[in-house]
């Protein structure tokens, strides 16, 4: 008779699970006795319990199922709470496994209890504590259908240490078909009416439930109507950027043009986009007189982001991308002429800003990336973390594809090196490069020993300019000449990687690092690259003394 550990993982590879990420813990030790028997399922032993949520969220955001965490209780669920929170901010279905003492001792006090249910009542979209054995199958399935239905979103399960050592003759139970809503034929009616009507349409993609054929659909339908089309702020790999359509990405970059023209767009629709702050500038740039804003979305009513919505359809962007098939025929020659050169002046103005901007520096990051756009193959995965470094990211390097970037909405630092090793995990063939500041590698730098010792040869850039720059900038605008709290002294970042069996590389001279990217993408092992980047450069448009100079003329 199996014991309540077996029974989780059987139910766990019922559900097509391929890889868990996990810090041990004694809470948990049934559940890896239970993996040790099921070679199907691989176990990753990660560093620190955050890193490993994050790889899990990663890995819901490649698959499209729920990555799969496992932490012990108290300390380290509370480091695991960070890539949970990356996962409700970016709608990514993944299940965190929290084991705990035993039943017996609930609400007595024991060694490193917690309250999973009020530490994640805000951040979770079901927290839950399996108290029998018996009830093991029921309560994974549960989760399942939670992170993946509606807005997707990270399920919290608490596994008693008793519960988990329990014999039971509960049975695995088969996956629940998911079916996602499909938007109305009357909404879909109402907004050909509203395209048809329009005078300068704009499409904003981003959200859950993106795949290959949905942005083939999409690119289809704005080739087929001439509309212009954004991506909502890090979700650039939604579409080719390279397509005729793609106007830019709404972030910290966005060039102004776009901007200009998101706010004089006539008629917004977002597909799965829930454009947040970051991406319409404090909602500055939506809602304004005489502008109309849709939003195809599977769950509405849970949008982290713009609520007001004159047009709300329930579907996911699979669905409404089916759909498009039949609606297009229903628009054609209706309106195309009249927004042809709003698209194209978005366009060029686009392209115009793939141009680099010098920087200071004898490295410039925007030449590092441009070359990363070079030479990466059109299926290399990009991932970043959180800092300025990224800015230039996001304006210079053109995804060819989705599923090719990842990054968090929620700007969370340290996230580019457990995203990179879930990609390559996933993907072994395909090369992965990790963007890093390195405040950002720091934070979750460990994770380069886990890489190590799965064997993932990933490029990793460091922008190293001595300091926590995105702070740094701020600080010098609200108290210019007044630094404090933000400078770094940093590791020697190739010696580091060598110390953990990686390869690594120190770049002082913006000519030499093709060269050694190039080398990073032939090696064997992780491979870092250390930037040493001038301080001056803090964004892609500004210099520190500029930043400075500028507030201190207030």
């Not at 939604?238 to 990405?249: C, F, L, P, Q």
């Not at 090369?431 to 380069?448: I, K, Q, R, S």
Request: glycine content about 10%; overall charge negative.
């Amino acid at each position: 008779m199996p014991h309540g550990g077996h029974l989780l993982i059987d139910q766990l590879a019922a559900h097509g699970v391929q890889r868990v990420f996990e810090v041990p813990g004694e809470s948990f030790l049934a559940a890896l006795d239970g993996l040790y028997d099921t070679p199907a399922i691989r176990t990753i032993i990660c560093r620190h319990e955050g890193a490993a949520a994050m790889m899990a969220e990663a890995t819901g955001k490649i698959t499209g199922a729920p990555g799969i965490a496992f932490a012990t209780r108290g300390p380290g669920v509370t480091n695991a709470v960070s890539g949970v929170y990356v996962a409700q901010q970016d709608a990514t279905p993944m299940i965190l496994f929290v084991g705990l003492p035993a039943t017996p001792l609930e609400e007595r006090a024991p060694f490193q209890e917690i309250d999973i249910a009020a530490l994640f009542s805000s951040v979770a979209k079901w927290t839950a504590v399996i108290r029998s054995a018996d009830r093991i199958p029921e309560y994974v399935a549960r989760a399942f259908r939670v992170a993946t239905s509606g807005r997707p979103g990270p399920v919290v399960i608490g596994l008693p240490e008793n519960v988990l050592s329990a014999q039971s003759t509960a049975h695995v139970l088969a996956p629940a078909a998911a079916v996602g809503a499909a938007p109305a034929s009357r909404d879909m009616s109402d907004l050909a009416q509203r395209l048809g009507a329009a005078e300068r349409p704009l499409l904003i993609v981003g959200g859950p439930g993106w795949s290959p054929t949905v942005q083939r659909a999409i690119e289809e339908f704005a080739t087929a109507f001439d509309v212009p089309l954004a991506a909502s702020f890090r979700c650039q790999d939604y579409v080719d950027n390279r397509h005729a359509s793609y106007v830019g990405h709404l972030g910290f970059t966005t060039d102004p043009k776009l901007k200009a023209g998101l706010k004089a767009a006539d008629l917004v629709i977002a597909v799965g986009a829930e454009l947040g702050d970051i991406a319409t500038g404090g909602y500055s740039l939506l809602g304004g007189p005489g502008q109309t804003v849709v939003q195809i979305h599977p769950e509405p009513a849970a949008i982290v982001g713009y609520r007001e919505a004159a047009l709300s359809i329930a579907a996911t962007s699979a669905a409404f991308a089916e759909t498009l098939a039949t609606f297009a025929p229903n628009l054609r020659g209706a309106a195309e002429r009249r927004w042809a050169h709003f698209r194209q002046d978005l366009r060029s103005a686009y392209e115009e800003s793939l141009a680099p901007r010098t920087t200071p520096g004898a490295v410039r990051m925007e030449d590092v990336v441009r070359t990363v756009s070079r030479l990466l193959p059109e299926d290399g995965f990009v991932t970043n973390g959180a800092g300025n470094y990224s800015q230039w990211v996001h304006r210079y390097f053109q995804f060819k594809g989705y599923r090719s970037g990842l990054a968090p909405t929620s700007g969370s630092m340290g996230y580019g090196l457990p995203a990179a090793i879930a990609a390559k995990l996933a993907y072994p063939e395909r090369p992965v490069v990790a963007f890093a500041g390195d405040g950002c590698f720091a934070m979750t730098a460990a994770e380069l020993s886990t890489a190590v010792q799965y064997g993932l040869p990933l490029v990793i850039p460091i922008a190293n300019n001595g300091m926590y720059g995105t702070i740094r900038m701020h600080q010098e605008r609200a108290f210019p000449g007044r630094p404090n709290g933000t400078s770094l002294v940093n590791p020697d970042f190739a010696a580091f990687a060598r110390a953990h069996g990686a390869a690594g590389a120190t770049v002082t001279r913006g000519e030499d690092f093709e060269a050694v990217f190039r080398d990073a993408l032939d090696a064997d092992v992780p491979f870092v690259i250390d930037l040493r980047l001038d301080p001056e450069a803090i964004t892609p448009m500004e210099t520190l003394t500029g930043v400075r100079g500028g507030a201190a003329g207030k």
